[in-house]
């Protein structure tokens, strides 16, 4: 999500991929992403890591569960590209590298970022003065998620062929649109072409995270709300999975967080690992 008032992506894309870079930085290898464009991009000063939600002792739970599904998705892309699948959407695309990182992979896709207008003029100058430019096949698509009832339309107005299959991925945008939208969201979703595949995180009630990640929770909320984009919606497993299938999805699946942690920490012996409170609903047409 992004602030369409103004040419900068919003606190949540920046915080987002100043994670990605400091997992680089400070967690010791493998890696589960290597992603330090995000920084470039966001330029944050010298003294980023000195930032509270930097903070190795308190936030690398949530550092680490930002590049899990970072990961996840990537990986997502990647076999879907193998697959024959030519197209991908990502809602909500934020501060999101996949093209720059993985041009090999992209370049066989049509991609497109939709997200806020401000702060999709404000990506294309930074990828333009940092020389990566804007290639053929990605393409910045400005929607207003709430406001705007034609995103599909502006999609359409950019090259995307909806009789084609696709994978589409919104994460980290769920919490911050009312359940009237998200619905929406999803039956648009479901007139892709057969075979098509989406990726969604949502945001779980209080009450199913782990005890020692409830705090992170409060405080994530506290700060959403003072920066002006609240959270608005919390979802149960089987309440997703309900709206997708209500929706038209033809197969829908919910994919805990902790499968991401185990796939892609399992064996790590310096005890990082993702916190609780962000599952994805994996859903085909």
């Known amino acids: 999500m992004a602030d369409e008032q103004t040419e900068t992506p919003d606190s949540t894309a ?5 994670w990605r870079a400091m997992h680089v930085r400070i967690d010791p290898p493998p890696h589960v ?5 995000g920084l470039k991009l966001a330029a944050p000063g010298d003294d980023w890591r000195e930032r509270p939600d930097m903070d190795p002792r308190t936030t690398s739970g949530f550092r680490a569960a930002m590049v899990a599904r970072a990961r996840f998705i990537e990986d997502l892309i990647t076999e879907q590209a193998d697959r024959g699948v030519t197209q991908y959407i990502v809602l909500g695309a934020g501060l999101d590298t996949f093209a720059q990182r993985k041009p090999e992979i992209a370049s066989r896709l049509q991609i497109f970022e939709v997200d806020q207008p401000g702060p999709q003029a404000w990506k294309r100058r930074r990828l333009a003065e940092l020389g990566y430019g804007i290639p053929e096949w990605l393409h910045l698509v400005p929607v207003d998620f709430e406001a705007n009832t034609h995103w599909w339309e502006q999609l359409a107005a950019n090259g995307f062929d909806p009789g ?22 999803l ?10 595949t989406l990726a969604m995180t949502f945001l779980l009630p209080a009450e199913l995270l782990d005890e020692a990640d409830r705090a992170g929770l409060r405080a994530s909320k506290e700060g959403a709300r003072a920066s002006g984009t609240p959270f608005l ?17 033809a197969d829908a699946q919910h994919l805990p967080g902790a499968v991401l942690a185990a796939r892609y920490f399992a064996g790590r012996t310096d005890g990082l690992r993702p916190s609780s409170g962000e599952d994805v609903l994996l859903a085909t047409t």
Do not use: C, H, N, W
């Not at 920046?14 to 100043?18: I, P, Y």
């Not at 992403?33 to 464009?37: G, L, N, Q, S, W």
């Open 14 to 18: 920046v915080r987002t991929a100043l």
């Open 33 to 37: 992403i290597e992603d330090e464009i």
């Open 164 to 185: 084609r299959p696709s994978v589409i991925v919104s994460t980290g945008v769920t919490m911050y649109l009312t359940e009237e939208a998200v619905v929406a969201t």
């Open 187 to 196: 039956r648009q979703i479901t007139t892709l072409a057969p075979g098509s």
């Open 233 to 249: 919606s919390f979802y149960t497993p089987q309440k997703m999975l309900a709206l997708a299938r209500e929706a038209g999805f």
